[in-house]
């Protein structure tokens, strides 16, 4: 994932609608990436992950999608809930350098509207 | 199957002082990493541990080292602490290396506060 600066995006949705949130990554040799979610005073709590030989995967009300073309991921909740509220990250597997292989980008703040 | 614990929950302590972290992972996994989260950086990377070897390392001072014993528990030590550590400390185990395909299960982590 990539450095989204110090303030994190916020996405604010209405309950029972869908939500998306985006991920850029920067090297185009990454083949693997995860999406978590963090919610206040927990750690991060793997949602799902794709592989770079796919472009969808779904899971249990969420679905991610790769576009390796423009380097862009990205996670759609559908019929969003409160208990969705948290932040959201995404991670790309990127060989070298000294991030342990796992490249975190900073997050985006899903709130959910009752 | 209980997931990543991480003992304490919260720590404070003053500047020079030096802190220990303590990581169970999930049962069966023997890869343990550790991440510092700020509100500034985000997730960085410290070190990971495979059946007790340190297999790579982020760009932290020496200062910060870790060691995992042969029950795949690990352990993280800060000596001389300074305010700039003040984070949220994060333990992640796997089943595999970070290099392959598995995803990382983290704990609740440590708040660690230096005053």
């Known amino acids: 994932g990539e450095s989204v600066g110090l303030h994190l995006p916020t996405l604010s949705v209405q309950e029972g609608d869908n939500s998306i949130i985006n991920c850029a990554y920067s090297?185009?040799?990454?083949?693997?990436f995860i999406w978590y979610k963090q919610e206040s005073g927990k750690g991060p709590q793997f949602i799902i992950d794709?592989?770079?030989?796919?472009d969808k995967r779904q899971g249990q009300r969420v679905t991610v999608l790769l576009n390796k073309t423009v380097k862009h991921l990205s996670l759609q909740i559908a019929a969003t809930q409160p208990g969705d509220s948290a932040v959201y990250f995404c991670a790309d597997r990127n060989y070298g350098g000294s991030q342990g292989n796992l490249i975190f980008g900073k997050g985006t703040k899903l709130s959910v509207k009752p | 199957k209980a997931g990543v614990t991480q003992t304490p929950r919260y720590l404070i302590k003053t500047r020079g002082q030096q802190v220990t972290l303590s990581c169970s992972p999930i049962s069966g996994h023997r890869s343990v990493s550790w991440y510092q989260q700020t509100p500034g950086q985000g997730l960085q990377f410290l070190f990971e541990?495979?059946?007790?070897?340190?297999?790579n390392k982020g760009n932290f001072p020496g200062r910060f080292s870790g060691r995992q014993f042969s029950n795949s528990r690990s352990e993280m030590n800060v000596s001389t602490l300074e305010l700039g550590d003040s984070a949220l400390y994060l333990c992640?185990?796997?089943?595999?290396?970070?290099?392959?395909?598995?995803?990382?299960?983290f704990g609740n982590g440590t708040r660690l506060t230096v005053t």
């Open positions: 541990y495979f059946s007790e070897t340190q297999r």
């Open positions: 090297n185009s040799a990454s083949d693997y």
């Open positions: 992640a185990s796997s089943s595999t290396p970070i290099t392959y395909n598995s995803p990382l299960h």
């Open positions: 794709i592989r770079s030989n796919m």
